[in-house]
């Protein structure tokens, strides 16, 4: 009988919350002018303000707000974000409770990454197919496998108009729920482009060719390219399906990226835009979120942070418990569990770059991988050897780094030697990522 007593006044608790917060809402529109629409598990408030006038505010006047206590609604949120200026629309999705909340720009991702894609569809059929199920579906970008034409690469990225409409989109095609041709797809929010400012843009001479033959070889295309306007073209360089052509003067770039875009060499056709230079200054520690334990730092030579010493190099932080039986301190490891393999578990085929640094345990692929998202070319390994006094012999990587864009080089070398060929190469890895 108590329990059902407690449980009658718990109730009635709830219906006095729901009710006071009604009203205080019903305070907020007829104060603010403000409508109040509940949609799609979102409580859209404002989107347009009374009296808004011209288009809707632009990509990037969006920010994220996480860990808002389930208890607090837009009768307190509103307020708050008011000091910071007019609102347009604030959209309210209960997800966590807590004493803090986060705030960040938003990405105002519209692009969806859909994966598992059966390599015979054509970019009118996947496009086709994701209007039918998704709205505000604005384009398909479908790439050629490199080695046949005819197919694409398994997997394809989605446009949408807005990011709300991606967002839902996303929420729409959570595998299991719908099976275009009869396959369970991956998808995942597509990295953001990255954004280059006008400025350095404008001085962009090197244009970027895609879909090229992998037959197809660098002369072929600087021969291509200088038919508009010869001498025009400085050098090329072509890894795989893709290359990098180089121009004496940015006039003749962009000339030539209107003439040659579209355009077939060796029966394919070609796609031409201006590529975009890379910022070499953006050190690897930032662009893998900071994701490097204290104990790699300590080894390849960083200053301690507590005592400002600097401690010797050791063996890398990866492979301390295998090597000499310590643990090292620093963010939890990758989970390395394996699973059994049922029958009738469909197995996909996927490339490594479309994974998360997370499935990566090591710098050797951390290494590859950031290479590849930078449009360089692989890390090449050059081992070395020499003899210890014990007669031991003990090995050390160089690592080369080339960037396609203006070939230049790097070389990087540990100044600790190891005793396996794999303690070298992983050792000089995290060197290398540390120094980029």
């Known amino acids: 009988m108590h329990e059902e007593n407690k449980a009658a006044a718990n109730g009635c608790s709830k219906i006095r919350r729901g009710a006071q917060n009604g009203a205080a809402l019903l305070a907020l529109m007829e104060k603010t002018g403000y409508s109040m629409v509940q949609q799609n598990g979102q409580r859209k408030f404002g989107g347009p303000p009374p009296g808004w006038e011209g288009p809707p ?7 994220f707000v996480g860990k808002i206590p389930r208890d607090m609604y837009e009768d307190e949120l509103v307020p708050v974000f008011e000091r910071a200026g007019k609102i347009y629309e ?23 990454f859909i994966g598992a894609i059966p390599k015979d569809k054509k970019k009118e059929e996947i496009l086709n197919e994701m209007k039918k199920v998704t709205e505000g579906v604005v384009d398909v970008i479908v790439y050629p496998n490199a080695t046949d034409k005819t197919k694409n690469r398994g997997f394809a990225f989605v446009e949408y108009e807005s990011h709300r409409a991606a967002a839902m989109a996303r929420r729409r095609l959570i595998p299991g729920t719908f099976q275009p041709w009869g396959h369970t797809i991956q998808v995942d929010w597509a990295d953001p482009e990255k954004v280059v400012d006008e400025e350095t843009m404008q001085r962009v001479k ?9 037959s197809t070889t660098e002369d072929k295309i600087k021969a291509e390219f200088n038919k508009f306007k010869p001498g025009v073209v400085e050098r090329v360089k072509k890894l795989r399906d893709y290359a990098f052509v180089h121009f004496f003067h940015r006039e003749d770039a962009v000339a030539a990226m209107s003439v040659m875009n579209g355009k077939c060499i060796d029966g394919a056709s070609i796609e031409v835009t201006l590529a975009k230079p890379v910022n070499k200054e953006s050190s690897w520690k930032q662009h893998f979120n900071g994701q490097i334990s204290p104990s790699s730092e300590n080894l390849l030579g ?5 005592d400002g010493t600097q401690k010797s190099l050791g063996k890398p932080a990866s492979l301390s418990i295998r090597l000499n039986g310590q643990h090292s301190p620093g963010p939890p490891e990758v989970e390395r569990s394996t699973y059994p393999i049922f029958p009738g578990i469909k197995l996909t085929p996927i490339s490594m770059y479309s994974l998360k640094l997370s499935h990566f345990s090591s710098a050797v692929m951390h290494l590859d991988y950031f290479c590849h998202k930078n449009s360089w070319a ?3 390994y050059c081992l070395y050897s020499t003899t210890s006094q014990d007669g ?4 050390v990587y160089k690592v080369l780094i080339s960037s396609i864009t203006d070939d230049s080089q790097t070389y990087f070398m540990p100044e600790k030697l190891c005793t396996t060929v794999e303690d070298a ?11 980029l």
Do not use: W
């Open 57 to 63: 505010p632009p990509r990037g006047c969006e920010v």
């Open 90 to 112: 604030l959209r309210l999705m209960m997800e966590f409770s807590g004493k803090f909340i986060g705030v960040c720009v938003s990405l105002d991702n519209c692009r969806l």
């Open 206 to 214: 090197v244009l970027y060719v895609r879909n090229l033959m992998i």
């Open 302 to 306: 960083f200053p301690n942070k507590e």
């Open 378 to 380: 692989p890390p090449e």
């Open 392 to 395: 031991k012999t003990l090995l």
């Open 425 to 435: 190469k992983e050792l000089a890895a995290q060197f290398t990522l540390l120094h």
